[in-house]
């Protein structure tokens, strides 16, 4: 499944680094989404970015920044991140259904993350 | 928060052997979805369940909303090793809401 892909798979940054995420989705779908994903925690919801626009920020640091140039690309952005950061970090795209009342999620691979 | 609470944590069975994951919760849901993830993987959709009390069978897999849309369960009949994994269940409010997760093992 290449639906949803993610760049770089693995990355190894010190504190004061900064470096970004990339995702694309080969959907055609209108909303995309960044989730953390820690060892023995659910999937926290970092951001919702639905027809460019962001609509969701779950009290995520600043030292995250997502940035959705277009509806089939999202980024994130990091800088001084701490070792607490370290996580797997998955995007998602979904088709927003305007009459509709669900949503499915169509996840990439993920990006493992490693705070030195 | 509507936190949704998955059961069992762990889950460590022979191949060939029947098994249930709950998800629970006490909020309702607009839809509930199902995902499989493998180590070092991203989930992977398996179902989308909508109406309360519907169920949806996926060859050995069988998913049951509930009537009252709280909660969801996933039954798997002769466990395969291939089944191995993560199972999160997924539920839309006013947005995704994902559960704790139980780690599947089939044992050869």
């Known amino acids: 499944e290449t639906g949803v892909t993610q760049t770089p798979r693995h990355l190894v940054m010190g504190m004061t680094n900064k470096k970004s995420l990339k995702c694309e989705q080969h959907?055609?779908?209108?909303?995309m989404y960044w989730y953390k994903q820690s060892a023995k925690k659910p999937l926290e919801l970092m951001f919702v970015?639905?027809?460019?626009?962001?609509?969701e920020n779950n009290s995520v640091p600043s030292r995250f920044s997502p940035e959705c140039p277009n509806s089939s690309h999202l980024f994130l952005h990091l800088h001084t991140l701490q070792p607490e950061d370290s996580a797997l970090y998955l995007c998602?795209?979904?088709?927003?259904?305007?009459?509709?009342?669900?949503?499915?999620?169509?996840f990439g691979p993920g990006t493992r993350l490693t705070v030195t | 928060t509507q936190l949704l609470e998955q059961s069992p944590q762990f889950l460590s069975i022979q191949e060939g052997e029947n098994l249930t994951v709950y998800c629970n919760s006490s909020s309702v849901f607009s839809s509930l979805q199902w995902y499989r993830q493998e180590p070092g993987e991203g989930p992977v959709l398996l179902v989308t369940?909508?109406?309360?009390?519907e169920v949806k069978k996926l060859k050995r897999l069988t998913f049951q909303f509930g009537d009252a849309r709280k909660d969801s369960s996933l039954h798997i009949t002769a466990a395969q090793p291939g089944d191995t994994g993560l199972y999160l269940c997924?539920?839309?409010?006013?947005?995704?809401?994902f559960g704790t997760g139980t780690s599947l093992t089939v044992i050869p």
């Open positions: 997924a539920g839309y409010g006013n947005q995704f809401y």
């Open positions: 369940v909508v109406t309360g009390g």
């Open positions: 959907l055609g779908h209108n909303a």
């Open positions: 970015y639905n027809f460019k626009e962001q609509t």
């Open positions: 998602a795209s979904s088709q927003v259904i305007t009459d509709g009342n669900y949503y499915e999620q169509y």
